[in-house]
Each structure stands twice: as C-alpha cells, then as structure tokens.
Nanobody, 121 residues
Framework: VQLQASGGGLVQAGGSLRLSCAAS????????LGWFRQTPGKEREFVGA????????LYPDSVKGRFTISRDKAKNTVYLQMNSLKPEDTAVYYC???????????????WGQGTLVTVSS
C-alpha cells in the first residue's frame, strides 16, 4: 500500500489549496483515509478523515467549516480542500489510511510521505 500526497505549496492567508492523495492497491469499503499535519517540535494533529464506503467525514474543530475531505473511488484518490487558510495551518500534511474511524494517529497504519503547506501572513 502506498499513499502519494501532492498539492502543497505557498499560499497567502485567506487563500485556498487542494491536496490530493493517490492510494495504490485495493481500498476496502471499511477503509478510512485521512489527513494529519505536523510542524517541527509538535505532535501530529488530526485534520480529517473519510470512510471510504459511506463518504462519512470527521473533522476537528480547528478546521471544521474550512476544510473538506472528499474521495474519488474511480481514481482511488482522496482530496483535502482547504479554504480560508491561516498562517497556523502551515505544516507538513500527511495522507493516512487505516481501518478505524478515528482522530488518533496510532489508529492509522499507512502514512504517505507528506506535502508541505506554507501560509504566509
């Protein structure tokens, strides 16, 4: 299983970015795909998750209403649409895959390589 994240870059505060995560291999209906982010010296922070079969999503309060996760089954790809970006959203964003609908990093077995998002003020 491989997860290839892309779409990071530099954006001004208030702007938008869309991250993509292409997953190799078969994705089971029970799978959960999601995103975490991390800045140096800090723990990994849950950004959101989506149940592959039901399209049900989960977000923390810090991004609720600004970030949206979606998936394209035909492309085996998960997206993270980020709007109204703030400087504090600056981080390396990781695509993850697991079997539990969870906000805990230890519940996700597979991690992508990360893509850097920088939000300037």
């Amino acid at each position: 299983v491989q997860l290839q994240a892309s779409g990071g870059g530099l954006v001004q505060a208030g702007g938008s970015l869309r991250l993509s995560c292409a997953a190799s291999g078969r994705i089971f209906s029970s799978s959960v795909l999601g995103w975490f982010r991390q800045t140096p010296g800090k723990e990994r922070e849950f950004v959101g998750a989506i149940r592959w079969s039901s399209d049900r999503t989960l977000y923390p309060d810090s991004v609720k209403g600004r970030f949206t996760i979606s998936r394209d089954k035909a492309k085996n790809t998960v997206y993270l649409q980020m709007n109204s970006l703030k400087p504090e959203d600056t981080a390396v964003y990781y695509c993850v895959r697991g079997q539990q609908y969870s906000s805990r990093p230890e519940d996700y077995v597979y991690w992508g390589q990360g893509t850097l998002v920088t939000v300037s003020s």
